[in-house]
């Protein structure tokens, strides 16, 4: 059973930063895209970024030039460093792996994937 666990969110004010990790069981980040969506109260599961088995890289709109994900095989953690934060960045930010999700544009809504972890709760003030 594989299980993720989100940490490092927290609240803080416009132009400051943050860095998510996200901790899995299971040697996943080998196997699967993985990835970070948000989802803000009344809004939809957005895509934030994704990086895929080779390291490969994709941003939403939304977060280019601003976010940067990362992973680290051997330990099994996943990270999305957030530079510049926006009041708008404010939402539930997840952690997931899916098989497919790398193979279409990120920024899309994301309807399903095969797993992903609680959350955590970024805000943002201004």
């Known amino acids: 059973q594989v299980q993720l666990v989100e940490s490092g969110g927290g609240s803080v004010q416009a132009g400051g930063s943050l860095r998510l990790s996200c901790a899995a069981s299971?040697?996943?980040?080998?196997?699967?895209?993985m990835g970070w969506f948000r989802q803000a109260p009344g809004k939809e599961r957005e895509g934030v970024a994704v990086?895929?088995?080779?390291?490969?890289?994709s941003y939403a709109d939304s977060g280019k030039g601003r976010f940067t994900i990362s992973k680290d095989n051997a330990k099994n953690t996943l990270y999305l460093q957030m530079n510049s934060l926006k009041p708008e960045d404010t939402a539930m930010y997840y952690c997931?792996?899916?098989?497919?999700?790398?193979?279409?544009?990120?920024?899309?809504?994301?309807?399903?994937?095969?797993?992903r972890g609680q959350g955590t709760q970024v805000t943002v003030s201004s």
């Open positions: 299971g040697n996943i980040y080998s196997r699967y895209c």
């Open positions: 990086i895929d088995t080779d390291g490969r890289t």
């Open positions: 997931a792996a899916d098989s497919f999700w790398c193979t279409v544009d990120v920024g899309t809504p994301v309807a399903r994937v095969d797993y």
